[in-house]
């Protein structure tokens, strides 16, 4: 289980599931309505809005429970 404290961990786990799901950050920001360099921010930093989080998950059709396991 990943360390919920630790937010670099949680993005690790997150940027892994998209890779495993083909989702892009091209896809990510389309979906999102963003661009893409404010995708590659959001992903690139320690800590990421929580809101923003949900949506990504929501949009790797995965839980924060489960992203967080």
């Given amino acids: 289980m ?3 404290l630790e937010p ?3 993005l690790e786990a997150l940027k ?3 890779k495993e799901r083909a989702l892009s950050y091209s896809i990510l920001a389309a979906e999102l309505g963003v661009s893409l360099p ?3 921010r ?3 930093k320690t800590t ?3 809101s923003r989080l949900l949506e990504i ?3 790797a059709e995965v ?3 489960e992203l967080v396991e």
């Fill in 2 to 4: 990943i360390d919920p």
């Fill in 8 to 10: 670099e961990r949680l």
């Fill in 16 to 18: 892994a599931i998209l």
């Fill in 38 to 40: 404010t995708i590659k």
């Fill in 42 to 44: 959001l992903l690139n």
């Fill in 48 to 50: 990421i809005p929580l």
């Fill in 57 to 59: 998950c929501t949009i």
């Fill in 63 to 65: 839980t924060l429970g």
